[in-house]
C-alpha cells in the first residue's frame, strides 16, 4: 500500500525556519517524482515544489522560489522541504505527494499523505 | 498561469441523483493535462480522474471525466453517501501546476 507520513510542522515566528519531512513506502521511491502542495481556507489548494525521482530538478511556485529548497534521500525514501523566512501567508496544510512518473513535467500526484500544519504567527 | 474556474461553488444534491461539475481553463490544456481530485472533510485530496478521462486505480465506475481544450466535466451518475465532499481540478500541462477553487457537493 502506497503511503506518505509528512511530520515536522508547528508553530514558527515570522522570519523563522521549519524542515518538513514526507516518508513514503509502498512504492519504489526511488523511480518517482516528488511533490509538495499547500492548503488554506482562503486560497485553496496551491503547489509549492517539486523534485525529481534522481533529485536532480526541481521546481518552485513564484510565492515561495528562493525561501524553499526541496530535496530528497532517496536511501531514506523520504523527501524534505526546507522552509525559510517563512511569513503569515506560508500557514497552511502542506501535503506531500506522489508523482505518477519519474520527471515532474506532465505530472500529477497520485497519491498524497495527511498533512502537517505549519502555522506562521508571533 | 493557468487559472481554472470552477462552477457551481455550491451544489445541493440527493443520494442518487447525478451530479455534474464543470472546470473552465483561462489557456487551452494541451494533450487534456487535467486532473480531478475529491476531498472529504479532514482527508488528503484523493485522485479521481487523470487525462481528463482516465480513472485512477481503484475509483468507481460512477466517476466519469470528459472535455479537452478549455472546458473539462466531472460526472458522478449517481450521487453515493460517501461522495459528498468537494472536487477540484487541476491542471499539469504547465508550471506553476495550478487547481480550481473547488465544488463542493453537500446533501439536500
Known amino acids: 500500500e502506497v503511503q506518505m507520513l509528512e511530520s515536522g510542522g508547528g508553530l514558527v515566528q515570522p522570519g523563522g525556519s521549519l524542515r518538513l519531512s514526507c516518508a513514503a513506502s509502498?512504492?519504489?521511491?526511488?523511480?518517482?517524482?516528488m511533490s509538495w502542495v499547500r492548503q488554506t481556507p482562503g486560497k485553496g489548494l496551491e503547489w509549492v515544489s517539486s523534485?525529481?525521482?534522481?533529485?536532480?530538478?526541481?521546481d518552485y511556485a513564484d510565492s515561495v522560489k528562493g525561501r524553499f529548497t526541496v530535496s530528497r534521500d532517496n536511501s531514506r525514501n523520504t523527501v524534505y522541504l526546507q522552509m525559510s523566512g517563512l511569513r503569515a501567508e506560508d500557514t497552511a496544510v502542506y501535503y506531500c505527494?506522489?508523482?505518477?512518473?519519474?520527471?515532474?513535467?506532465?505530472?500529477?500526484?497520485?497519491?498524497w499523505g495527511q498533512g502537517t500544519l505549519v502555522t506562521v504567527s508571533s | 498561469e493557468i487559472v481554472l474556474t470552477q462552477s457551481p461553488g455550491t451544489l445541493s444534491l440527493s443520494p442518487g441523483e447525478r451530479a455534474t461539475f464543470s472546470c473552465r481553463a483561462s489557456?487551452?490544456?494541451?494533450?487534456?493535462?487535467l486532473a480531478w481530485y475529491q476531498q472529504r472533510p479532514g482527508q488528503a485530496p484523493r485522485l479521481l480522474i487523470y487525462?481528463?478521462?482516465s480513472r485512477a486505480t481503484g475509483i468507481p465506475d460512477r466517476f466519469s471525466g470528459s472535455g479537452s481544450g478549455t472546458d473539462f466535466t466531472l460526472t458522478i451518475t449517481r450521487m453515493e453517501p460517501e461522495d459528498f465532499a468537494v472536487y477540484y481540478c487541476?491542471?499539469?500541462?504547465?508550471?506553476?501546476?495550478?487547481f480550481g477553487q473547488g465544488t463542493k457537493v453537500e446533501i439536500k
Open positions: 489557456q487551452r490544456l494541451s494533450s487534456s493535462y
Open positions: 505527494a506522489k508523482d505518477n512518473k519519474g520527471g515532474y513535467s506532465y505530472a500529477y500526484g497520485d497519491y
Open positions: 487541476q491542471q499539469y500541462g504547465s508550471s506553476p501546476r495550478t
Open positions: 523534485i525529481s525521482a534522481s533529485g536532480s530538478a526541481t
Open positions: 487525462g481528463a478521462s
Open positions: 509502498g512504492f519504489t521511491f526511488s523511480t518517482y517524482a
